[in-house]
């Protein structure tokens, strides 16, 4: 192998070819060549030897050699003989492989130091070879240049610790000008043509101006092909995905007088594939609508549109409302929602099929892409139209268009019966509801066989993961075992090193969030582990290291203890349907609220007695939050957990359809109860706002006391070194005394006549304050 530049030096002619290169992994790259043939001989030397089939690339980029004196010096009286002189930096521009062996086969060998390097005689004459001091400076190579600053990331998580503004009520949220503008485009454009729906891109202006993106977009494919060159795999799937979007009409190829149409709003989107880490051989096509051309993206024209979906709490409640439980999911959806043809010339893409010796052809995508903002709004609109269309033209559709309305989240369906005789027949409703906007709900999965086998009897029924004998699905996000009707919990960590999750090392700071950060948890089951992690995330932030710098000594044991809890998780399953003794024939909802120095806790449990008066305690959800940076005494921290335990209740009792004779929240603090109790309510604004919103959701006859050796809050309000991931743990099924009658339960131990005993419990924080002059922002709540 040459550089080009040899060639064009020595005006060397030959013919193209492609040079093939492999490497370890199986990796495989082909790469452009001039081949030619040439004569070479030494220096000075009269014979010449012809060099076959050399393969000339540009830019060959070889280390530069260096031989110094040093390395010469033991043999300085035979440097003449040697012609050998020093040399600094050279870069070599020929290769000479082992078709052409014989030229570097050695006569003579000559040791120049005790190390080396070694001198040999060779048909081109003496060479050096060997190890080298090497004095002269390295010239850096510069792989990655970075002028983003991690900012951003840092005043995120500076935020996800920052509770200045938690326990003061929100004002109703007014819809935004840009949400006013997005409904009206939707209104306007959507219309139903070909068996489905049309919609059009949710443009931020009317006046949008895109600059020109094609160079991009080409500079883009070039370094997909150049992976497709590297792994065949990838190649093969990543065609396959190409050829099926075209076959499916997703999408177009233009003509070359189509492609040459171009207006202000015309766009070329890069596209590429990912892996999904829970589903290996699987990829999924992107188009990249977030690309920059002179600052400006796709995306950045776009509005997300109002996000119109239910929490995913509220789901999840309902999900385990009934005894049988059914999900899907709407197949390829963003696909089935065709984009009005004057903004496709937005959505265009460059494809040759891997042929990199072509021009590349001009496609633009028919329907919605998994990548532009506004996607998953149309998608949903779509599906809410279509919905209540079919509920003015049939009646008796009313628990299927329910069904679509409420317990879908984007392409999900997440539902529950009381019996095994509705599912099967409201959902093939539902499904026949989606044909109608050309969506296919199907990967149909139940923990009752019997519906199984009515959804499934057309194929469509899923099976996800089998590890043992136990097939796994995921439900919005965590993992459902139909079989055992039970939750489970996989933690994976793919972008964290091995070495750092088995204890070989010491990890960063930004693997630390790595670990934290991707704990999914909408329902709060891990919650009294997840703190821990937390906890140390937080003390991580107290100290100014840089992200990729090791964890100080002082906060290293506690991820060691965090560390070897991650593994035990997977022993823990939560039962998906709350009551497994029948449908309750009374209910109570009973909340936890605890806090500490480190974090508060609110969670929440039925206490349901059946017909033949079984009790019955189930887990329904946790929330917990940090102790913010800027200190607050432990009874401003109660009064968060009070506040943060109000909202659990009222979220509970809002997104459940279930007839709740009692609500009660039991803390251990005197101080929070005293002043939810007092009559004078001259509190301090931190406090006073807090007690307000309390008292607008509860009433005082709601909050009772408990010990804290009661009090299963606590168990989530500080790192816990030995978490019980069992099936009978306190966490997951309350604290005992809710399984005795009510006369058994724990009685409040003070009086409650006045707020004396709050006054006792601040009054050393008060003198403190005195004595040192602070202001009351730390202070206590006394007049």
């Known amino acids: 192998m040459l550089d080009n530049t040899l060639i064009e030096e020595l005006r060397l002619r030959g013919r193209t070819e492609r040079l093939n290169l492999q490497w370890f992994g199986g990796r495989s790259t082909q790469e452009p060549a001039v081949v030619v043939d040439l004569l070479m001989s030494g220096a000075n030397m009269q014979k010449r030897h012809k060099l076959r089939r050399v393969y000339g690339v540009s830019n060959l980029q070889l280390p530069s050699q260096s031989l ?57 004459g003496w060479v050096v070879f060997g190890p080298a001091t090497n004095s002269y400076p390295t010239l850096p190579s510069c792989l990655c240049v970075n002028c983003h600053t991690d900012q951003s990331l840092h005043n995120a998580v500076a935020e996800y610790f920052e509770t200045e503004s938690f326990g003061v009520r929100a004002a109703p949220a ?65 065609k396959r995905i190409m050829n099926s979007y075209v076959a499916k009409n997703y999408a177009r190829k233009l003509s070359p007088e189509e492609a040459a149409l171009t207006n202000d709003r015309t766009w070329y989107l890069p596209h590429f594939a990912v892996r999904h880490p829970n589903k290996p051989g699987k990829l999924r096509m992107v188009f990249d609508a977030a690309a920059e051309v002179d600052g400006v993206s796709l995306n950045s024209q776009l509005m997300k549109g109002p996000q119109e979906y239910r929490p995913l709490p509220a789901l999840l409640f309902h999900f385990r409302e009934g005894a049988i439980g059914v ?69 008796g559709a009313v628990q299927a268009v329910k069904s679509i309305l409420d317990y879908h989240y984007v392409d999900d369906y997440v539902d529950s019966f009381p019996t095994e005789e509705e599912p099967a027949d409201i959902t093939k409703q539902v499904r026949a509801i989606h044909k109608m ?220 359809s279930l007839d709740i004779d009692d609500c009660i929240i039991w803390s251990d603090s005197k101080t929070v109860i005293q002043w939810l109790r007092s009559e004078h309510r001259r509190y301090k604004p931190f406090v006073q706002h807090r007690i307000a919103e309390i008292l607008a959701a509860t009433t005082t006859a709601n909050w009772r006391w408990l010990p804290t050796e009661d009090n299963v809050a606590d168990e989530a309000t500080r790192a816990n070194n030995f978490i019980d991931f069992s099936s009978s743990a306190r966490w997951t099924c309350g604290p005992p005394f809710l399984l ?44």
């Open 740 to 783: 005795r009658e009510e006369q058994a339960w724990p009685s409040e131990g003070f009086t409650c006549n006045h707020h004396e005993e709050a006054d006792k419990e601040l009054r050393p924080k008060f003198a403190l304050a005195i004595q040192t002059g602070e202001d009351d922002s730390m202070g206590p709540e006394i007049h």
């Open 437 to 656: 906007a050309g969506f296919d709900l199907c990967n149909f999965a139940s923990n009752s066989s019997r519906v199984t086998e009515a959804l499934g009897g057309d194929g469509a029924t899923r099976q996800i993961a089998k590890k043992e004998g136990v097939l796994e699905d995921r439900v919005l996000g965590l993992f459902w075992q139909a079989s055992t009707d039970t939750f489970g919990f996989k933690l994976k960590f793919n972008n964290v090193d091995s070495s750092v999750l088995n204890g070989m090392r010491r990890p960063t700071k930004r693997e630390i969030l790595s670990v934290v950060m991707p704990i999914f948890g909408p329902l709060g089951f891990l919650s009294n582990f997840v703190v821990s992690a937390k906890i140390l995330m937080r003390e991580v932030w107290k100290h100014d290291i840089r992200w990729d710098e090791p964890l100080p000594n002082n906060v290293n044991a506690a991820w060691e203890c965090c560390r070897k809890q991650l593994s035990t998780v997977a022993e823990y399953v939560v039962p998906r349907y709350y009551f497994l003794n029948g449908k309750p024939k009374a209910l109570q909802l009973h909340v936890f609220v605890d806090a500490s120095e480190d974090a508060f806790t609110a969670v929440a449990y039925w206490r349901s007695t059946n017909a033949v008066g079984e009790v019955e305690v189930a887990f329904i959800s946790a929330k917990t939050k940090c102790a913010p940076m800027k200190s607050l005494t432990v009874p401003r921290l109660e009064l968060q957990a009070a506040v943060l335990g109000t909202r659990l209740m009222s979220c509970v009792r809002e997104e459940h």
């Open 174 to 238: 007014i819809e935004s000008e840009a949400d006013i503008r997005a409904r009206e485009i939707l209104r306007f454009t959507t219309c139903h043509v070909e068996g489905r729906y049309q919609t059009g891109l949710l443009w931020k202006r009317p006046d949008i101006q895109l600059p020109a993106s094609y160079a991009m977009a080409l500079r883009r494919l070039a370094g997909i092909e150049a992976k497709m060159r590297r792994d065949t795999n990838f190649t093969a799937e990543y």
């Open 327 to 395: 999900c899907g999911d709407i197949k390829e959806m963003f696909h089935q929602v065709l984009v009005q043809r004057d903004d496709r010339r937005a959505q265009r893409f460059l494809w040759r099929n891997g042929d990199t010796t072509r021009q590349p052809e001009v496609y633009e995508m028919r329907v919605m892409t998994f990548g532009a903002a506004c996607s998953p709004c149309a998608a949903n609109y779509v599906k809410k139209i279509n919905a209540l269309e079919y509920r003015k033209k049939v009646s």
């Open 68 to 124: 110094s004196k040093a390395d010469l010096r033991c043999h300085e009286k035979h440097l003449n003989k040697l012609a050998v002189q020093p040399y600094a930096q050279v870069k070599p521009k020929l290769l000479i492989g082992l078709d052409h062996y014989h030229l570097g086969l050695p006569s003579t060998t000559m040791q120049l130091n005790k190390c080396g390097p070694f001198a040999a005689n060779t048909e081109l």
